[in-house]
């Protein structure tokens, strides 16, 4: 009976589902932000790409994004920036550290995807604020914001691959157990 009630109680609630769900968020706020949103924004302008979706830009460049734009643009871009360009950072970010929490024990390895995270959210929040400022600034300060956008990008891929990594890990661990398990029961069934 007692194998029974840590049975039941080990399957009541599964933080895979938690992560899961994050993960899927996550994907789903990148596709809106990046590929649908973002895109739809070049419409406004002529054709000219949002520089969230470009990995390095000068200010010629926003020069001529400013001066393609009207205030109806420029106020969508804010719009967008304050909604699913915040959600999105902080979803990856929050990815990264349930994904740590699940997958890693207790030690640097989590601390470390946590503060990847955060930098993450931080970057790429910063680097909303650099883009706007630098547009109304007339591509003052382009420098700036392309660097957060280039090492927005770089940690983008770096903490996707590293979620790829936490989580093969965890299924090969769970594979490995698994085996463990059955060797055991079937060792304990030929002693029997």
Partial sequence: MR??????GQKQG????????LLGTTVFMFVY???????????LTGGLAMPDSLFFYDSAYLTTLDAAMDEAAHGQLNWVHKTAGVIFPVTAGLSVAAVAAWCLP????????????LVFVVVDIVENMLIESALRAGGEGTGLASAFTSVRWVLLVA???WIILMMLGRIRRSVRERRRR???AHRAAVER
Avoid: C, F
């Fill in 3 to 8: 194998k029974d009630l840590e049975a039941s």
């Fill in 33 to 43: 932000l990046h590929i649908l949103v973002l895109q739809q924004m070049t419409q």
């Fill in 182 to 184: 059955a060797h055991r």
């Fill in 159 to 161: 903490i996707a691959l």
């Fill in 106 to 117: 207790r030690g640097w390895g989590r601390w470390a995807s946590y503060a990847a995270g």
């Fill in 14 to 21: 599964s933080p895979g589902m938690l992560v899961a769900a």
